[in-house]
T-cell receptor
Framework: EAGVTQSPTHLIKTRGQQATLRCSPISGHTSVYWYQQALGLGLQFLLWYDEGEERNRGNFPPRFSGRQFPNYSSELNVNALELEDSALYLC??????????????FGPGTRLTVL | DAKTTQPPSMDCAEGRAANLPCNHSTISGNEYVYWYRQIHSQGPQYIIHGLKNNETNEMASLIITEDRKSSTLILPHATLRDTAVYYCIVRSRSGNTPLVFGKGTRLSVIA
């Protein structure tokens, strides 16, 4: 069974540009979570989508946004990039909330570098 | 904020059992204890979770105290590939919340 996949593996942008990161969940999973892991700051929750809807949002500015498509894949968009947005962006998927066994499984991440 | 407390680092000799403690004194009745690990710059890997009974799978065992205020993750025969940061996370059993990661324990397995 294929795991969570993310693309691209690496992404280099300059300040002010926009970045788009993509995630494909495990087959059968409807929930997708995005996390940011910046150097020295640990893993921080960004966004959660389930059944195409945004369910929860972490403490990040509105220029961090995303969406979930009908096939449950997801995009994370970061507008007006700042240097401190440089980080490893991790996507995780799980079964729908409330179902037994809804632990989250993570992808390998996208390393975003903002110059 | 994370609801768990873990030692920042631990060492373990290869082949020996690694026992990683976690305090979660404010855990509520509807919360599970989850363990994940992150090998350098990779995505976190799910290990195990439990509510109140001890749990075992092919990777590890989870021992939860009777009052549920602390737990221990046991890797029975640590190998060099188990070197990673281990995160203990408390999460609602409904699963309708994201994972809140603390700083975790950096386990170094030494040959």
């Amino acid at each position: 069974e294929a795991g969570v996949t993310q693309s691209p593996t690496h992404l280099i942008k300059t300040r002010g540009q926009q970045a788009t990161l993509r995630c494909s969940p495990i087959s059968g999973h409807t929930s997708v979570y995005w996390y940011q892991q910046a150097l020295g700051l640990g893993l921080q929750f960004l966004l959660w989508y389930d059944e195409g809807e945004e369910r929860n949002r972490g403490n990040f500015p509105p220029r961090f946004s995303g969406r979930q498509f009908p096939n449950y894949s997801s995009e994370l968009n970061v507008n007006a990039l700042e240097l401190e947005d440089s980080a490893l962006y991790l996507c995780a998927s799980s079964l729908a909330p409330g179902l037994a066994g809804n632990e989250q499984f993570f992808g390998p991440g996208t390393r975003l570098t903002v110059l | 904020d994370a609801k768990t407390t873990q030692p920042p680092s631990m060492d373990c000799a290869e082949g020996r059992a690694a026992n990683l403690p976690c305090n979660h004194s404010t855990i509520s009745g509807n919360e599970y204890v989850y363990w994940y690990r992150q090998i350098h710059s990779q995505g976190p890997q799910y290990i195990i979770h439990g509510l109140k009974n001890n749990e075992t799978n092919e990777m590890a065992s989870l021992i939860i105290t009777e009052d549920r205020k602390s737990s221990t993750l046991i890797l029975p025969h640590a190998t060099l590939r188990d070197t990673a940061v281990y995160y203990c996370i408390v999460r609602s059993r409904s699963g309708n919340t994201p994972l809140v990661f603390g700083k975790g324990t950096r386990l170094s397995v030494i040959a």
